[in-house]
């Protein structure tokens, strides 16, 4: 499956972004789709994921009451509402996605196979 994330810009701390991505084609209820955030000089981290059917998802702490990870099944879209956005999550957003991806892996970019290219987030301060 490709990947394409979109939605990425320039706001003011405090503001808040949606972040879109959109699949090539429809996933299958065993797909879970990930995001993952890198800064300027850092490491990848992850951010949120959920199982395309549902279930709960799961949220880094730096994030949890803040973001939260939808889908529109018609879209093939995966969306994460980022509000109370803050300076140091700058940085480019990745979407990614693993068919049959376990609960205890949604964290580890390692086991994701497809990704898309990134959209970049930049929040002022």
């Known amino acids: 499956v490709q990947l394409q994330a979109s939605g990425g810009g320039l706001v003011q701390a405090g503001g808040s972004l949606r972040l879109s991505c959109a699949a090539s084609?429809?996933?299958?209820?065993?797909?879970?789709i990930g995001w993952f955030r890198q800064a300027a000089g850092k490491e990848r981290e992850f951010v949120a994921a959920r199982r395309w059917s549902g279930g709960s998802p799961v949220y880094a702490d730096s994030v949890k009451g803040r973001f939260t990870i939808s889908r529109d099944a018609a879209k093939n879209t995966v969306y994460l509402q980022m509000n109370s956005l803050k300076p140091e999550e700058t940085a480019v957003y990745y979407c990614?996605?693993?068919?049959?991806?376990?609960?205890?892996?949604?964290?580890?970019?390692?086991?994701?196979?497809?990704w898309g290219q990134g959209t970049e987030v930049t929040v002022s301060s």
């Open positions: 084609e429809g996933l299958s209820s065993s797909y879970v």
């Open positions: 990614a996605a693993r068919s049959g991806l376990i609960l205890s892996y949604y964290r580890n970019e390692n086991e994701y196979v497809s």
